[in-house]
């Protein structure tokens, strides 16, 4: 079975179409589980907001739905299935999805 993955997005402006890639959720088999981008451009309470939804994410451990309590200000990107043959999937999403965004 091929791996796949989606995009957690933050949304710190409600009113732009501006978001910032946070995490990815990656569903490998039967595992599901979360990505963490290193996020260097936030200012110090928006960095807490995301800690702390990140980890009532990591929490959920659900490819589909986020938990009520990341509010608003998080959403998912569509799902996409990662490329045959990739024997770390988690090392391909930071390294091609995340650290690209």
Not at 41 to 57: F, G, H, M
Not at 66 to 73: E, R, V
């Amino acid at each position: 079975m091929t791996a796949r993955t989606r995009l957690v997005y933050f949304i710190s402006d409600p009113y732009s179409d501006a978001r910032l890639p946070v995490a990815a959720m990656l569903q490998d088999g039967d595992d599901t589980g979360v990505v963490r981008a290193v996020v260097r451009e936030l200012p110090p309470s928006a960095q807490s907001a995301v800690a702390r939804a990140l980890a009532d994410i990591e929490d959920l451990h659900d490819f589909d739905a986020l938990p009520i309590g990341a509010g608003p200000h998080f959403v998912m990107g569509e799902p996409r299935l990662l490329p045959a043959g990739v024997s770390d999937p988690r090392r391909w999403v930071l390294d091609n999805l995340l650290r690209a965004a």
